[in-house]
């Protein structure tokens, strides 16, 4: 069975500074892996997709790394902005079983930029 | 793009009633799947559907939970008798195809509090 653990579950850092978020997962025979974000009452928006055969994605200011054969990816924030607070999530696709491909989530590390 | 929209986004009930969440995914999106959130953890995936056909439910609690998605497009989550520890998040998300390195993208969510 998968499992998603994320490290630290909370942060806080000042403003300006670059940062990193660990995401580890018990099974390497993944699909892809996903980071999320999630602002307080609202949804998960996306931020970046990493197929199993790719070692990492940029969008702007953040870089998503996987290591699958050490079950672990990290997400690097730049120039940490007060507007990246919130929690980020990161979520595994497994193999194919069964017809079905689940979608494990880590628990989160709630992330606050301090002005 | 319109995005994966959800109603109601805030209900409170007495634990014994029921209730009812629906869900209206990304045009063109065969995959619907509903997960729980309970606070200060990440999303579990409560019931999967392809088109309008079920491809996981594994975690879903047969016995109060019950979904469905009619003509492949739209769905509704039922919880009857809720309990206090169905009070969660219940997100709706949508992607292109079930096996696939597609993005998941999530609606805002039914926020649920069973007093």
């Known amino acids: 069975k998968q499992e998603v653990t994320q490290i630290p579950a909370a942060l806080s850092v000042p403003e300006g500074e670059n940062l990193v978020l660990n995401c580890s997962f018990t099974d390497s025979a993944i699909y892809n892996l996903q980071w999320f974000r999630q602002d307080p009452g609202k949804g998960l928006t996306s931020l970046l997709l990493?197929?199993?055969?790719?070692r990492e994605q940029t969008s702007g200011r953040l870089n998503a790394s996987l290591d699958k054969s050490s079950g672990r990816s990290t997400l690097y924030i730049a120039a940490s902005q007060p507007g990246d607070s919130a929690t980020y999530l990161c979520a595994v696709k497994g193999e194919i079983v069964g017809g079905a491909q689940k979608l494990v989530f880590g628990q989160g590390t709630r992330l606050t930029i301090n002005p | 793009e319109a995005g994966v929209a959800q109603s109601p986004r805030y209900k409170i009930i007495e634990k014994r009633q029921s209730v009812a969440f629906w869900c209206n995914p990304i045009s063109g999106h065969a995959t619907l799947y509903w997960y729980q959130q309970i606070l200060g953890q990440g999303p579990k995936l409560l019931i999967q559907?392809?088109?309008?056909?079920?491809?996981?439910d594994s975690q879903l609690p047969k016995d109060r939970f019950s979904a469905e998605r009619l003509k492949g497009v739209d769905s509704t989550l039922k919880i009857q008798p809720a309990k206090l520890e169905d009070s969660a998040v219940y997100l709706c998300?949508?992607?292109?195809?079930?096996?696939?390195?597609?993005?998941?993208?999530f609606g805002e969510g039914s926020w649920l509090t069973v007093v």
């Open positions: 559907f392809q088109n309008n056909g079920v491809v996981d």
């Open positions: 998300a949508s992607s292109l195809k079930v096996h696939s390195g597609n993005t998941i993208y």
């Open positions: 990493i197929q199993s055969s790719q």
